[in-house]
């Protein structure tokens, strides 16, 4: 079955350093992934896909992600945060014709 | 301007009363989906819809029921069998490509 795990429920970070927020999926065949991202009281707004081309896939706003296969993961990173990068993020991967999603990490960014 | 929009922003709910959701797109996407989402928590799939008249239901569906009536429209009423209605609901759209963009959510709070 598929699922996400994200193994962080808060990251806090200083502004100008960089972000990891840590992503890990169980999945019975070669899926896809998603990080999106929600600021607060606001509708989701998609980061990056990965989708089997590029292991290394960049995404909005200076954002990346890697797709593991060895380790099962798809870490979000980021060189450098920035204040408006304080947000909720999601990992998700794809069920069919639905999509799975992890239980977010909550990026505090401080000057 | 190309999107989804959802309306009201809040809402209001007394005991015993149901209630109704809005959610638009007009991106031309067959499928549109709606999700819950409580603190702590990932998103949970409530109805998802691929065509016009066909709709199916999702993980947590009890207590919730929607149309499709138009490709633009697809409305979810939460109805007074929905004990804990209280809750962050989000639409959705998509375009068979797997990846889902998100309205700006309807907050719905209980009198």
């Known amino acids: 079955a598929q699922s996400v795990t994200q193994l962080d429920s808060h990251v806090s970070v200083s502004e100008g350093t960089p972000v990891l927020l840590r992503c890990n999926y169980s999945?019975?065949?070669?899926?896809?992934l998603f990080w999106y991202v929600q600021h607060p009281n606001k509708g989701l707004q998609l980061l990056l896909k990965?989708?089997?081309?590029?292991?290394l896939v960049k995404g909005i706003n200076g954002f990346e992600a890697e797709f593991k296969k060895s380790e099962t993961s798809f870490h979000l990173t980021k060189p450098s945060a920035h204040m408006s990068d304080a947000a909720e993020y999601f990992c998700?991967?794809?069920?069919?014709?639905?999509?799975?999603f992890g239980t977010g990490t909550r990026l505090q960014v401080f000057p | 301007d190309g999107g989804i929009t959802q309306s009201p922003k809040y809402l209001f709910r007394k005991e015993g009363q149901n209630v109704t959701l809005s959610c638009e797109q007009n991106?031309?996407?067959?499928?549109m989906y709606w999700y819950r989402q409580d603190p702590g928590q990932g998103l949970r799939l409530i109805y998802y819809?691929?065509?016009?008249?066909?709709?199916q239901k999702g993980d947590i569906a009890e207590g919730y029921s929607v149309s499709r009536e138009k490709k633009e429209s697809f409305p979810l009423t939460v109805t007074s069998a929905q004990k804990n209605p209280t809750a962050f609901y989000l639409c959705?759209?998509?375009?068979?490509?797997?990846?889902?963009?998100f309205g700006p959510g309807t907050r719905l709070l209980v009198l």
């Open positions: 959705a759209s998509g375009a068979g490509t797997e990846t889902q963009y």
């Open positions: 999945s019975s065949y070669s899926p896809s």
């Open positions: 819809s691929q065509i016009v008249n066909d709709f």
């Open positions: 991106l031309n996407h067959d499928a």
């Open positions: 998700v991967v794809t069920l069919t014709d639905k999509l799975i």
């Open positions: 990965y989708t089997s081309a590029a292991t």
